[in-house]
């Protein structure tokens, strides 16, 4: 019997779900029972493979597949979502956080048309951020609210004076 590899992506589906890679096929959670066994099904809806695993065991398996699967489409699915995950943090620029999400899953088979995919399924996460203030009260809410301090650990606010309306 050979040996797969087995690789538990948090989250690495589009909509933020558990993935299960065994030998670059991916499998969805489907069904947890009480006694801890867990479903996993082939994410292709024509494929019949299943696993149950009970924590680290695998209790009983079908790996017969029936589509091909291409290792690279792979390899930018796991990037996309870890990238997704991240964009939402709008100190770092895009490409900055494509090439860290790259170098530490150590995938060398993506290229620039890859990457533009990866780019371009970020932008809808980063423009998700709160309301703009419009007027003065709510950009003193705002500074109460939210702690701004300094790469040094100092309040970015000198004065913040709710009633005389001074920051």
């Known amino acids: 019997m050979t040996e797969n590899k087995i690789i538990l992506a948090k989250g690495a589906s589009n909509n933020f779900k558990d993935l299960l890679i065994i030998d670059s ?7 947890e029972s009480i006694s801890g066994n867990v479903t996993w099904r082939c994410t292709m ?31 930018r ?3 996309r979502s870890a990238c997704k995950k991240r964009a939402k943090d709008m100190t770092d620029r895009p490409i ?3 090439r ?9 088979t993506l290229d620039y048309g890859d990457v533009k995919l990866i780019r371009d399924r970020m932008y809808p996460c980063r423009n998700t951020q709160t309301n703009i203030p419009k007027n003065i ?8 609210s939210n702690n701004m301090l300094s790469s040094k650990g100092e309040s970015m606010i000198a004065v913040n004076d709710i009633e005389k309306k001074i920051l």
């Open 137 to 144: 009260v709510e950009v003193q809410e705002f500074l109460v």
């Open 25 to 31: 096929f991916k499998f969805r959670k489907v069904y």
């Open 77 to 79: 699915q796991i990037i």
């Open 45 to 75: 809806k024509s494929c019949l493979a299943r696993l149950i695993k009970n924590g680290n065991v695998t209790v009983s398996s079908n790996l017969n597949h029936n589509p091909n699967t291409d290792e690279k489409k792979l390899n």
């Open 100 to 108: 860290s999400e790259i170098t530490k899953n150590n995938f060398d």
């Open 96 to 98: 900055k956080i494509i």
